[in-house]
């Protein structure tokens, strides 16, 4: 879970006079009424999903994740190379050379660590290497991330209210590797963060059930369960405590694909760790457009079941 650039504009300078107007026929019936929802709806929903996701697809500028010396292709290689068969320490040399000259641990993180991960995938699935070896290069490469962990947080921002994502990769799946590693930057940067593997659809729907949670962020690693992530979307929506909750997928699938975060009705994809905080910086800025829908289409959905009520009464249905 490319730099994600500007901001969802906003429109409260400039639509105060229309809200006005809407309080006064939310009650209303008829198509002045409905053409005010539909207006609300494209304001809050359609309009900062586009954005995102158009902006989603841009490519991250090679100065985002370091001010320094930058990680070469080559370097890459040499550093899966040791993950598959030397010991840790060759490994931990390894990173101690690259600061040495000048390579930010932000560019090691999204640089080294991201693109080594996914050669290892990449090795398995063209049975350029067993399972065991993955395995163990994923396990090296994990207890990496985590001695690096204190240095990365030095600078961290204090949490911050009004701040929490649930991270997950999708349920069922091994791969929590980028899981960990978005979530260190969300920590950064002070947001409060419930991130780990989840064992089924249902623990992560109940959790966004009795938890808010601003921001839900799902990982993905095939495009053969891009079915079961969608209705997975769909449960969270319904079921959420936060009705305006913002999802963010990421993974090799939406980095392939990134026409896919539509068909899983996701509002964006972030292809790396920098990217899914910006996705979740400009859904948080959107947040209060997209409350104002969904509370708009709750009054709807209560307006058309009294309505339907009502009709059941009149005619002696019920």
Request: charged share 20%; net charge negative.
């Amino acid at each position: 879970m490319a730099g994600i650039t500007g901001r969802v504009p906003d429109r409260r300078s400039t639509d105060g006079a229309r809200r006005s107007t809407n309080r006064q026929t939310d009650n209303d019936h008829g198509p002045s009424a409905g053409f005010d929802r539909l207006l609300r709806t494209i304001e809050g929903e359609i309009i900062p999903r586009l954005v995102l996701a158009h902006r989603g697809q841009k490519p991250r500028s090679p100065s985002a994740a370091a001010t320094g010396a930058e990680v070469a292709a080559r370097q890459v290689g040499q550093f899966t190379d040791m993950l598959l068969t030397s010991e840790i320490d060759s490994s931990r040399q390894f990173i101690d050379d690259l600061q040495a000259d000048g390579v930010t641990l932000d560019s090691v993180y999204l640089d080294l660590f991201s693109p080594a991960a996914r050669q290892l995938g990449e090795m398995w699935a063209a049975d350029q290497c067993d399972f065991t070896a993955v395995t163990l290069g994923l396990w090296r490469l994990q207890r990496l991330l985590h001695e690096c962990s204190p240095q990365f947080h030095v600078e961290a921002v204090p949490p911050i209210e009004g701040r929490r994502i649930l991270l997950a990769p999708m349920p069922g799946s091994q791969h929590t590797f980028g899981v960990f590693m978005v979530a260190e930057f969300f920590r950064r940067a002070g947001w409060d963060v419930v991130d780990g593997p989840v064992a089924n659809p249902v623990d992560l729907v109940s959790s966004v059930t009795r938890n808010w949670f601003e921001i839900v962020g799902l990982s993905l690693s095939c495009d053969q369960r891009l079915d079961a992530l969608a209705a997975l979307i769909r449960d969270i929506r319904r079921s959420s405590r936060n009705r305006a909750i913002g999802i963010i997928v990421g993974g090799p699938v939406f980095v392939e694909h990134p026409d896919a975060v539509v068909r899983v009705d996701a509002d964006v994809y972030a292809a790396d760790a920098q990217q899914a905080l910006l996705a979740a910086q400009d859904l948080l800025f959107a947040l209060p457009q997209r409350q104002r829908a969904a509370s708009a289409a709750s009054r709807g959905e209560a307006a058309a079941a009294g309505a339907a009520i009502k009709f059941a009464g009149d005619t002696g249905c019920m």
